[in-house]
């Protein structure tokens, strides 16, 4: 979830001491944006009941998180690595217990949604430093190790924040029943604060170039203008000026992309390289990262609201039933790799039909119980397996598609994955969320039923898509610098 970087070759003092404790560090602040992904999704009906959210407010509470991740990104790695990642490390530490903290005392939907926004910003500003810092303080096989230990973890921790958000929210601990899911990163960030400031060392590329701190800006506001009238325009009757908004957003991110493609001999590192959008795989392979990350983060806002406020799940039941997705990918995620080695985007086409066949199978369950309770066995197996499709696809795409990337652009391309895979959570609660709330007044359970063809059907197109891509991964360079991206 970071940009890739260019490692300076090994000093005659030797790797640094204490990089594995410094590792653990880094990685469990990591973990706090990790775990904030999803550990809301099963918390937002009782958010929505608590606050007197609109339904807008609740698709805001997923959509800010991530546009604010996805529009700080990329800049935020290009800081770090000319001005030091270990102080952006611990800004953003720092900042995220804080803004945490504002989210566990929020008294309505803006604050809170203020508050997430917030939070995504600063997980931005620190998860690149933590990727960064691994690829200089490992060499070798070791820094294999330290990237497996990362997406151990990433994965594990998709599953345990389904589980850890709905347990927090009926424990009811101290009375503050939804708040403790914001609340229990106070006390992470204070700990990992204190210990980077021990462990933690300074590290920096030598060679990087200046930031673009005004284009940043630039598309920050381009993809907030996108998401807005997607999210507001079905409470206001689709007005002219949300249409007039959603086309600026858009000439707004294309003109940042032109505007640095004719620039010429600039210092300023480019944050949308045009010299990638020019390569037809390349381009393919973000529409199928922002696609798959729709259809998921769609599918999981409208599932959890339809499980507790249609069938009475309790948020611990709705944790436990969406686990069964995270069960899926653990089963396929570690054979990704070496399936996409030898068969190539054949494993990626695979992946992103399982997870429209585990939807669809999600679908029919739900449409045969008409208008009975559902029980949680009917949609396990669909969601085992659109887990194990998430598996196949997201984990090798990366490798696949830069496999059409020269290497010295392998780290903007592999930021600019990252920056669609969070651009693509918040459009899928947007547009799939609007769905949803849109056919909601007949009842949730058809609401749910009219909202999942539009997520399998954009899986559908993302495999088909698929078949643009290269068909061999790359091989990891001789420099040892790994695209990173995740699940």
């Known amino acids: 979830m970071t940009t890739g970087l260019v490692v300076p070759p090994p000093t005659a003092a030797g790797p640094h001491p204490r990089r594995w404790a410094a590792a653990v560090v880094m990685m469990i602040a990591a973990l706090m944006d990790l775990l904030d992904v999803t550990i809301v999704n099963v918390a937002i009906p009782s958010i929505g009941r608590d606050l007197h959210a609109t339904q807008s407010d609740l698709q805001w509470l997923v959509s800010a998180y991530l546009l604010g991740f996805a529009a700080t990104l990329i800049v935020s790695g290009h800081l770090g690595d000319r001005f030091g990642r270990r102080a952006l490390f611990l800004a953003g530490t720092a900042g995220f217990g804080l803004a945490s903290l504002g989210c566990g005392v929020a008294q309505s939907p803006g604050q809170l949604i203020a508050a997430r926004a917030v939070q995504g910003v600063l997980a931005a500003v620190l998860v690149p430093q933590v990727l960064g810092s691994f690829r200089t303080l490992f060499q070798g096989k070791e820094r294999g190790a330290a990237f497996g230990m990362y997406g151990a973890v990433a994965g594990f921790a998709s599953a345990v924040g389904l589980l850890l958000g709905g347990v927090l929210t009926d424990a009811d601990l101290f009375g503050w029943g939804w708040r403790s899911v914001f609340l229990v990163n106070v006390p992470v960030a204070v700990g990992t604060l204190v210990a980077g400031l021990v462990?933690?060392?300074?590290?920096?590329?030598?060679?990087?170039?200046?930031?673009?701190?005004?284009?940043?800006?630039?598309?920050?506001?381009?993809?907030?203008?996108?998401?807005?009238?997607?999210?507001?325009?079905?409470?206001?009757?689709?007005?002219?000026?949300?249409?007039?908004?959603?086309?600026?957003?858009?000439?707004?991110?294309a003109g940042l992309g032109v505007f640095e493609a004719r620039r010429r001999g600039a210092a300023t590192v480019p944050l949308l390289p045009a010299r990638v959008f020019r390569l037809p795989a390349f381009?393919?392979?973000?529409?199928?990262?922002?696609?798959?990350?729709?259809?998921?983060?769609?599918?999981?806002?409208?599932?959890?609201?339809?499980?507790?406020?249609?069938?009475?799940?309790?948020?611990?039941?709705a944790g436990l039933v969406?686990?069964?997705?995270?069960?899926?990918?653990?089963?396929?995620?570690?054979?990704a790799d070496g399936l996409a080695a030898k068969y190539g985007r054949t494993?990626?086409?695979?992946?992103?039909?399982?997870?429209?066949?585990?939807?669809?199978?999600?679908?029919?369950?739900?449409?045969?119980?008409?208008?009975?309770?559902?029980?949680?066995?009917?949609?396990?197996?669909?969601?085992?397996?659109?887990?194990?499709?998430?598996g196949f696809l997201v984990v090798p795409l990366v490798n696949v598609v830069l496999s059409a990337v020269p290497g010295e652009l392998a780290g903007g391309a592999s930021g600019i994955f990252s920056t669609a895979q969070q651009f693509g959570g918040a459009l899928g609660a947007a547009t799939v969320g609007t769905v949803f709330f849109d056919h909601a007044g007949s009842g949730l359970t058809d609401a749910l039923g009219t909202s999942i063809p539009w997520v399998v059907g954009g899986l559908v197109v993302s495999a088909a898509l698929c078949g643009a891509l290269p068909r061999r991964p790359a091989s990891v360079s001789a420099s040892g610098s790994v695209p990173s991206g995740g699940v």
């Not at 029919?364 to 499709?389: N, Q």
């Open 199 to 253: 462990l933690v060392p300074p590290t920096k590329e030598r060679s990087a170039g200046r930031p673009d701190v005004l284009g940043s800006l630039v598309l920050a506001a381009g993809l907030v203008a996108i998401v807005l009238p997607l999210v507001q325009g079905r409470e206001n009757g689709w007005p002219l000026w949300g249409w007039v908004c959603l086309l600026v957003g858009v000439c707004a991110v």
């Open 283 to 317: 381009s393919v392979g973000v529409v199928v990262q922002l696609l798959s990350s729709i259809g998921m983060q769609g599918f999981f806002l409208v599932f959890a609201i339809w499980l507790q406020g249609g069938e009475g799940y309790t948020p611990m039941q």
């Open 322 to 335: 969406a686990v069964a997705f995270s069960v899926g990918s653990f089963l396929t995620a570690p054979a």
């Open 347 to 390: 494993v990626l086409a695979a992946g992103a039909l399982l997870m429209a066949g585990g939807f669809g199978w999600v679908w029919a369950a739900v449409s045969d119980a008409s208008d009975a309770h559902t029980g949680a066995w009917p949609l396990v197996p669909g969601l085992v397996v659109a887990g194990a499709g998430l």
